[in-house]
C-alpha cells in the first residue's frame, strides 16, 4: 500500500533559520572584534603570490594547465602564477 506523507500525521518540518542565524552570529562573535577579513583575503592573495612567484617556463606551464583544469584557483591579474 502506498505511504501519502502529505496525510501522515506523524510526518513534520523544523525550520533552522534562526538557528544557522544564531549558530553564524556566535561564529563572528568568537572571532573577536579584531578580525579583520579584508585583510585576511590580502593576506591569503600575498601567500598565493609568494606561492607562485618565480616559477620557470615549465613550471608556469604546468601551473596554467591545473588552472585551465580548474585544479587551482584562477587569479584575475594578468593570469600568470607570479605577481
Known amino acids: 500500500m502506498a505511504h501519502d506523507s502529505a496525510s501522515d500525521p506523524h510526518i513534520f518540518e523544523i525550520d533552522l533559520t534562526h538557528q544557522e542565524a544564531r549558530r553564524r552570529a556566535e561564529v563572528l562573535a568568537a572571532m573577536g572584534p579584531e578580525w579583520d577579513p579584508a585583510a585576511v583575503m590580502e593576506?591569503?592573495?600575498?601567500?598565493?603570490?609568494?606561492?607562485?612567484s618565480?616559477?620557470?617556463?615549465?613550471?608556469?606551464?604546468?601551473?596554467?594547465?591545473?588552472?585551465?583544469?580548474?585544479?587551482?584557483?584562477?587569479?584575475p591579474e594578468d593570469g600568470r602564477a607570479s605577481a
Not at 593576506?43 to 607562485?52: F, G, K, P, S, T
Open 54 to 75: 618565480d616559477l620557470d617556463e615549465r613550471q608556469q606551464e604546468i601551473h596554467d594547465r591545473l588552472v585551465a583544469e580548474g585544479v587551482l584557483p584562477a587569479r
Open 43 to 52: 593576506a591569503e592573495d600575498e601567500a598565493y603570490r609568494m606561492l607562485y
